[in-house]
Each structure stands twice: as C-alpha cells, then as structure tokens.
C-alpha cells in the first residue's frame, strides 16, 4: 500500500507556456499532500503543503501566483507551473501523507516530473 | 529551527563490504520523527523507515539497519554485505509541525552511495 503517482513523468514546454502536474494516492486517502522542487545533486526544497480542501501553505520565498496548488480530493492534487521560464526547469515531487496530525506521519512520494522549459 | 545534517557526500565501497551512513540532526521538540530515504537514479524517493524520539531501541530489516542515540542526536543507517543495487543517494529527515498541518519534513543533503563490483 500507501502509492503516490505523478503524472506526467516528463514534459518540455516552451517559455511562456503553463504545466500541470497531478499528484495522486493510488490506495489511500491523502488529507496532506506536500511539493518538493529537486535541483541536480541537491537535497529536496519543500514549496508548499495542501490539505485537501483548503488554500496551500507556501514556503518563504516561493511564488503562490507563480506555482498554483489545488487539492479538490482526498486523492489528488496538482501543481500548475504558471507562464514558465528557464529557470523554472526542475524535477518536481509531491508526497502524500494520511492526517494532517503532528503525529511524524509518515510521506509516501511519488515518482517525480522532470520539467524542461525552453 | 530544525536541522539535518550528512556530512558524507559520497561514500564509494566495493560489492559485499558493510557502509554507514551518518546522520546528525537538531530539534527542540522533545516529540519528533527521524526518517531515511533512497532515492535511486530513476528519481523517486523510497521510503525506509520511521523513527519516533521515545523509541531508541536499534532496528534491523535484512541488510538494512538502524542506529538511534538520542544522547548524540545521531540517527546512522547500516547497509551490511552492500550490493551494487544499493547505489542510490540516501537522505535523512526529521519532522516537525508544518504550518500547513501535517508533518514538514527537513531533509540533509543526501550520502550518495556507489557500489562497484
């Protein structure tokens, strides 16, 4: 149990343009689903949480008009890279947890989406 | 604030030899939860184990084990007789309470581990 998909696993896109990208738990209820950005060799940067039904919580420095979240289910969430640019190329991971509790729960991830913007 | 660290980069062994990857990490919570991942060259994170503050007692799984010593704050993974399919970037993390609800996971730099025949 506890599997997290990610669609899609790659996309190009031209500068300019908007990416959406799906998070989902395949087998179990999500209330929390958290987005992570990965630069090559480095460690994973949280961007923000989403609790299903309500407004994600951005981490300092991250854009919310830039990197729009919404999680209308207990099972989905997506992340809409809006007007993409070069520097938003990135592996991109979301993980989901199943309470919102401070109970160290843990996060399943899924498999990740590179982002190339051109 | 909450802080992971790895000090090992990159850790290079040859096929069967036992590895230690350390893992230091700093928190005022006196309730907290330690975690390890792997993360192979395909890019996902998978998931090896959960550690609650009151539960010191070491951990075995296989060829994978776990040493907990809250006295040094240090949370080090084993990998005995090591197999060249354990070659991945292995992180540690530590949770906290998230603004967002839920557990906010602060990651370490990651030990890349390289297992040569």
């Known amino acids: 149990g506890a599997v997290v998909s990610q669609h899609p696993s790659w996309v190009i896109c031209k500068s300019g343009t908007s990416v959406k990208i799906e998070c989902r738990s395949l087998?179990?209820?999500?209330?929390?689903m958290f987005w992570y950005r990965q630069f090559p060799k480095q460690s994973l940067m949280l961007m923000a949480t989403?609790?299903?039904?309500?407004?994600?919580?951005?981490e300092q420095g991250v854009e919310k008009d830039k990197f729009l979240i919404n999680h209308a289910s207990l099972t989905l969430s997506t992340l809409t890279v809006t007007s993409a640019h070069p520097e938003d190329s990135s592996f991109y991971i979301c993980?989901?947890?199943?309470?919102?509790?401070?109970?160290?729960?843990?996060?399943?991830f899924g498999p990740g989406t590179r982002l190339l913007v051109l | 604030a909450q802080k992971v660290t790895q000090a090992q980069t990159e850790i290079s062994v040859v096929e069967k030899e036992d590895v230690t990857l350390d893992c230091v990490y700093e928190?005022?919570?006196?309730?907290?939860?330690l975690f390890w991942y792997k993360q192979p060259p395909s890019g996902e994170l998978v998931f090896l184990i959960r550690r609650n503050s009151f539960d010191e007692q070491n951990e075995i799984s296989g060829r994978y084990s776990w040493n907990f010593q809250k006295s040094t704050s240090s949370f080090n993974f084993t990998i005995t007789a090591s197999q060249v399919v354990d070659s991945a970037v292995y992180f540690c993390a530590l949770s906290e309470r998230g603004a967002g609800g839920g557990n906010k996971l602060t990651f370490g730099t990651g030990t890349q581990l390289k297992v040569e025949l």
């Open positions: 993980s989901a947890s199943r309470t919102r509790l401070a109970g160290g729960e843990t996060q399943y």
């Open positions: 989403s609790n299903e039904g309500s407004k994600a919580t951005y």
């Open positions: 087998d179990f209820q999500a209330t929390t």
């Open positions: 928190t005022r919570d006196t309730t907290y939860y």
